[in-house]
């Protein structure tokens, strides 16, 4: 399968259970990020393609909304069984798309297959409830059905695990879904879509459309799709809520984000420098739970700085299919980006410690390449601590006390993760509860919620109420209907018109 979906020229649309040639003329680019060439392009779909996608999933739903339960979770432990066993040739795909290492494109894929395992004990999250003689004679009851037609447009960096948040449940649930993946990895949505065929998926059910704004507009503002899942940066995220609220869907739209790690003076020093390494280089910064701000309480932050540099100088940067710490960005473009913001805070009068633009890789020449970079006493005005860089530059941010670090990262217009490091139960039981962030790891700098809790941050970090996968999303994807039933027998005649009441 993998050589089928991802080795050929044009990546293109998977609907109705098929690859379908792209006609639209327009393609956009898709490099091996790790060599820096370009290995494929990929299809952008125009109107009439969008509008086959949607009639696609709009011809599927009533008859998958109307496959039993019990299928429908037989279909879903298949892709299961699936994905677990084949998640190594998923893994090749993130790496050479992405440009992650092999590892951390394993760990990805495991955090996508854990909201499959919760799903597929979906029919006791749709469960209605049922009040028997609420009136005499009369019974009330209610029941969970889905949307019909829902719309998913995801980001370059989890091209497995943000689909894979969204589409067993919307699936499950009984929706049929169009999924826009990002035009930078698009290759792993057309793998998932023909591996959950192959698992018994009805034709149309799943269908992936390919593309860039001119796809997500037209999701946003076709009258068939009933509801929109968004994740990527803020702006885009604000447009898409905006828009398709506007045009009556539903909508949560999860944004971007700058997570703050608190030390307080307190914590094991060697503990923080692995959690801040980790955290901030892991997938060379381009997660939306990384850690991109130490907030260092002092005395704390020359001795962390000095365990941080120790522990990259042990860091390999390269190819992720070699046994490398550390991948390269996902494009050129980005990578200029990211390293300009080391110019940026220099001219803000921070102090760089480690340059990434100094890496010495084990990869290709030509690979978008930029090593781990840490930039101490930056000023909270400048744009290295107000921008989401997404990238490997950590800061440090350096302040005087416990109260001063909540205000700062309450002060941000972020809230997707923070940390707090203490051996202070106290203290990180009051930080819980101070800090208006939606996601927050004590001791645990990563601390994306489990597939039955639910993930989605504060502020600019989501807009719309829901967050993703565990009980919101089976709520985000069905809506409730409540039936008041009276069985006729000849005690209820009669003629009554005031307001009905018990
Ligand atoms: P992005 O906003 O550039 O793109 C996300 C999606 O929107 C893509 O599918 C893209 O094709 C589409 N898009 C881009 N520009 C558009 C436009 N003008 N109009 C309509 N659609 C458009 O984000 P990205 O660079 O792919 O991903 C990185 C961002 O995603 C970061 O900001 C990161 O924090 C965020 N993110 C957030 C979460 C979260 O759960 N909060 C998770 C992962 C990533």
Redo the contacts with the bound molecule.
């Keep these: 399968m993998t050589d089928v979906l991802t080795d050929t020229a044009v990546v293109t649309h998977y609907i109705n259970g098929a690859l379908v040639e792209s006609t639209s003329g327009r393609t956009a680019p898709v490099y091996d990020p790790a060599l820096g060439v370009q290995t494929k392009q990929v299809a952008l779909a125009d109107e009439a393609e969008i509008a086959a996608a949607i009639a696609a999933a709009k011809a599927a739903f009533p008859a998958w909304r109307d496959t039993s339960l019990t299928r429908r979770q037989q279909i879903m432990f298949a892709f299961r069984e699936l994905l677990a066993a084949r998640r190594g040739e998923l893994a090749e795909i993130l790496t050479a798309e992405h440009g992650k290492v092999l590892s951390d494109a394993a760990g990805e894929i495991t955090r996508g297959l854990e909201v499959v395992e919760f799903v597929c004990g979906f029919p006791h999250l749709i469960k209605g409830d049922y009040s028997e003689n609420v009136s005499t004679g009369i019974d009330v009851y209610s029941t969970r059905g889905p949307l019909g037609v829902v719309g998913m447009?995801?980001?370059?960096?989890?091209p497995a695990m943000?689909p894979l948040?969204f589409f067993p449940v919307a699936i499950a649930a009984g929706n049929t879904v169009v999924l826009?993946?990002?035009?930078?990895d698009p290759s792993a949505a057309n793998w998932l879509a023909a591996l959950f065929t192959e698992a018994g998926l009805p034709d149309g059910v799943l269908n992936v459309l390919h593309?860039?704004?001119v796809?997500?507009?037209g999701l946003?503002n076709s009258p068939d799709v009933k509801a929109i899942s968004?994740?990527?940066?803020?702006?885009?995220?604000r447009?898409?809520y905006e828009t398709a609220t506007r045009n009556g869907k539903r909508v949560q739209a999860?944004?971007?984000?700058k997570n703050h790690m608190l030390v307080l003076p307190d914590a094991d020093l060697d503990l923080v420098a692995d959690a801040a390494v980790n955290a901030g280089f892991g997938s060379a910064g381009?997660?939306?739970?990384a850690i991109s701000v130490v907030v260092a309480v002092e005395p704390v932050a020359d001795e962390l700085i000095e365990k941080i540099q120790s522990r990259v100088a042990g860091l390999v940067v390269g190819d992720g299919r070699r046994a490398c710490d550390m991948g390269p960005l996902?494009t050129e473009v980005?990578r200029d980006k990211v390293a300009s913001y080391i110019d940026i805070a220099t001219a803000d009068g921070a102090s760089v410690v480690i340059d990434g633009r100094d890496v010495v890789v084990d990869g290709a020449p030509d690979g978008f390449w930029l090593g781990p970079t840490l930039i101490d006493k930056v000023s909270t005005s400048s744009k290295v601590y107000t921008d989401?860089i997404?990238g490997p530059v950590l800061s440090i941010v350096r302040v005087a006390s416990y109260e001063e670090g909540v205000d700062l990262i309450n002060a941000s217009p972020y809230g997707?993760g923070t940390a707090i490091f203490t051996n202070d139960g106290g203290a990180a039981r009051r930080f819980q509860n101070e800090v208006e962030v939606g996601m927050i790891g004590i001791n645990v700098p990563i601390p994306v919620p489990v597939s039955y809790y639910s993930?989605?941050?504060f502020k600019d970090?989501?807009f719309g109420d829901s967050k993703?996968y565990g009980i919101d999303g089976f709520q985000f994807y069905t809506r409730q209907k409540a039936i008041t039933s009276r069985w006729l027998d000849p005690s209820h005649g009669g003629i009554n018109l005031g307001f009905p009441q018990n």
Excluded at 254 to 257: T, V
Aim: glycine letters at 12%.
């Design positions: 447009i995801s980001p370059f960096n989890f943000v948040w826009k993946p990002s035009e930078k593309g860039d704004k796809a997500v507009d946003l968004f994740v990527g940066s803020t702006p885009i995220a447009y898409v999860l944004g971007g984000a381009e997660r939306c739970m996902v980005h989401e997404f997707n993930f989605g941050g970090s989501i993703a």
